[in-house]
């Protein structure tokens, strides 16, 4: 049986790429690449994917239709987690991200997670508030692979 954590160690070479797809709204699916990382879930504590998006179409589906599918690869080895997003940003308030300051280290916190570094954390902050970007949190549903 694949984990979460199996999944997510497929794509740890590629700093957690992975294929993140959404549902548009005439059922059809939206797919595009993203990092992805493991991270404990602020609230609860429970480990959770995460990634961050801007723009309209990914957030507008999630907010509309938040199940999707994060599938992760490494050659021909392969794994799916399927969930529900929760979305925490500017535009998207959850009650326990009550400061502006948690969502600059939450922002953080999942781009380390999935592998990334910065020389300057002050321009990527500027960055991601500029560009409102949002966290989506991905709680699994369901963890399936091909090994």
């Given at each position: 049986?694949?984990?979460?954590?199996?999944?997510?160690?497929?794509?740890?070479?590629?700093?957690?790429?992975?294929?993140?797809?959404?549902?548009?709204?005439?059922g059809?699916?939206?797919?595009?690449?993203?990092n992805?990382?493991?991270?404990a879930?602020?609230?609860?504590g429970?480990?959770?994917?995460?990634?961050?998006?801007?723009?309209?179409?990914?957030?507008?589906?999630?907010?509309?239709?938040?199940?999707?599918?994060?599938?992760?690869?490494?050659?021909?080895?392969?794994?799916?987690?399927e969930?529900?997003?929760?979305?925490?940003?500017?535009?998207?308030?959850?009650?326990w991200?009550?400061?502006?300051?948690?969502?600059?280290?939450?922002?953080?916190?999942?781009f380390?997670?999935?592998?990334?570094?910065?020389?300057?954390?002050?321009?990527?902050?500027?960055?991601?508030?500029?560009?409102?970007?949002?966290?989506?949190?991905?709680?699994?549903?369901?963890?399936y692979?091909?090994?």
């Open positions: 049986m694949t984990t979460l954590r199996d999944a997510v160690a497929l794509a740890e070479a590629e700093s957690g790429l992975a294929v993140v797809s959404t549902v548009r709204a005439d059809t699916v939206q797919a595009s690449l993203v992805v990382g493991l991270l879930h602020p609230a609860s429970e480990q959770v994917l995460g990634f961050t998006t801007y723009g309209k179409v990914k957030l507008a589906n999630l907010r509309a239709r938040p199940q999707l599918a994060v599938t992760f690869r490494n050659g021909w080895q392969w794994a799916t987690v969930g529900r997003a929760e979305l925490a940003g500017p535009d998207d308030t959850q009650p991200l009550t400061a502006d300051d948690q969502l600059r280290l939450l922002l953080r916190e999942v380390t997670a999935a592998g990334g570094t910065h020389d300057d954390w002050d321009t990527y902050d500027r960055v991601m508030a500029r560009e409102r970007r949002a966290v989506v949190l991905v709680a699994p549903t369901r963890v692979s091909n090994g």
